[in-house]
């Protein structure tokens, strides 16, 4: 047992190591490939060095317009779940009513559904409200998925706040929704910055309702990488254009590291 406490932190050092080679080598081998010639071209040689990878991506119509609605779709999700949220928490955290642990279970389990099982009849409700093969469309099902685990979210961070902040303001005369915007969203920033972290991750790399509510337009980044796979793959393009669908998360998750950070520490995810 000397041994083994004498050495510990050389193994957790080394650990740590082994982890981080084996998370970052192919992050790294990506960038280094998506600089590189990998089909035969006039102007370049195989294996040399070029930013014409990440020149075709923008000259790319198709491509530039796949970034574009992927970023719709996270906007959409946000802007939409995270309001719509926040006052649904807020009841499920504050209020007894009847059914209402039925009705969290029920929005629960209606998160854990598979997405695909779903897509028949909610085709069928977008095509009757002709919004299928839209950029809302599609973002507006990414709601629909993302709103019960924002509620879930969102209702753990209320809970952990007194309820006598509640009572105190309201016997000082504000109204429920100037509470909740002057005292409750400070409080409960770090929730609703993991939980527009959620929306962003669904909607970024969502595929299947993707795939079903479009034919033409609304493709995500997704898709478009899929897309560049065939007979005689540009594995450079591939790779820059995976890397560039890798940069908005990276920003986000440097931009929010300390409400995200706070958020899964305190929080329930």
Same mark, same amino acid.
């Given at each position: 047992?000397?041994?083994?406490?004498?050495?510990?932190?050389?193994?957790?050092?080394?650990?740590?190591?082994?982890?981080?080679?084996?998370?970052? #080598? !192919?992050?790294?081998?990506?960038? @280094?490939?998506? %600089?590189?010639?990998?089909? $035969? *071209?006039?102007?370049? =040689?195989?294996?040399?060095?070029?930013?014409?990878?990440?020149?075709?991506?923008?000259?790319?119509?198709?491509?530039?317009?796949?970034?574009?609605?992927?970023?719709?779709?996270?906007?959409?999700?946000?802007?939409?779940?995270?309001?719509?949220?926040?006052?649904?928490?807020?009841?499920?955290?504050?209020?007894?009513?009847?059914?209402?642990?039925?009705?969290?279970?029920?929005?629960?389990?209606?998160?854990?559904?598979?997405?695909?099982?779903?897509?028949?009849?909610?085709?069928?409700?977008?095509?009757?409200?002709?919004?299928?093969?839209?950029?809302?469309?599609?973002?507006?099902?990414?709601?629909?998925?993302? #709103? !019960?685990?924002?509620?879930?979210? @969102?209702?753990? %961070?209320?809970?952990?706040? $007194? *309820?006598?902040?509640? =009572?105190?303001?309201?016997?000082?005369?504000?109204?429920?929704?100037?509470?909740?915007?002057?005292?409750?969203?400070?409080?409960?920033?770090?929730?609703?910055?993991?939980?527009?972290?959620?929306?962003?991750?669904?909607?970024?790399?969502?595929?299947?309702?993707?795939?079903?509510?479009?034919?033409?337009?609304?493709?995500?980044?997704?898709?478009?990488?899929?897309?560049?796979?065939?007979?005689?793959?540009?594995?450079?393009?591939?790779?820059?254009?995976?890397?560039?669908?890798?940069?908005?998360?990276?920003?986000?998750?440097?931009?929010?590291?300390?409400?995200?950070?706070?958020?899964?520490?305190?929080?329930?995810?």
């Amino acid at each position: 047992m000397t041994f083994v406490y004498r050495y510990l932190p050389a193994l957790k050092v080394t650990a740590l190591l082994a982890f981080i080679l084996f998370a970052c #080598l !192919p992050l790294v081998q990506m960038t @280094l490939i998506s %600089f590189t010639v990998t089909l $035969p *071209k006039p102007s370049a =040689e195989v294996g040399s060095l070029t930013l014409t990878n990440y020149t075709n991506i923008w000259n790319s119509p198709n491509l530039r317009s796949s970034f574009v609605n992927s970023i719709a779709y996270v906007l959409i999700n946000i802007c939409i779940t995270v309001p719509v949220a926040i006052p649904a928490a807020y009841a499920f955290s504050r209020m007894s009513f009847s059914g209402d642990k039925h009705l969290f279970l029920a929005f629960i389990a209606f998160r854990i559904t598979p997405p695909v099982v779903l897509t028949l009849p909610i085709f069928q409700l977008f095509s009757a409200l002709e919004i299928v093969n839209s950029v809302f469309g599609i973002a507006l099902a990414h709601c629909l998925f993302n #709103l !019960p685990i924002s509620i879930w979210i @969102l209702q753990g %961070f209320i809970s952990a706040i $007194p *309820k006598e902040l509640d =009572e105190t303001a309201f016997l000082d005369g504000y109204s429920r929704p100037r509470f909740i915007w002057k005292f409750l969203l400070p409080q409960i920033a770090p929730g609703i910055a993991v939980t527009a972290f959620f929306c962003f991750m669904f909607s970024w790399v969502e595929v299947v309702f993707a795939r079903i509510l479009t034919t033409t337009n609304g493709k995500p980044i997704s898709m478009a990488i899929n897309s560049l796979f065939g007979f005689h793959t540009d594995i450079g393009l591939v790779m820059a254009v995976t890397t560039a669908a890798m940069m908005p998360g990276a920003v986000l998750l440097f931009a929010m590291r300390t409400h995200l950070s706070l958020g899964f520490r305190v929080g329930r995810v």
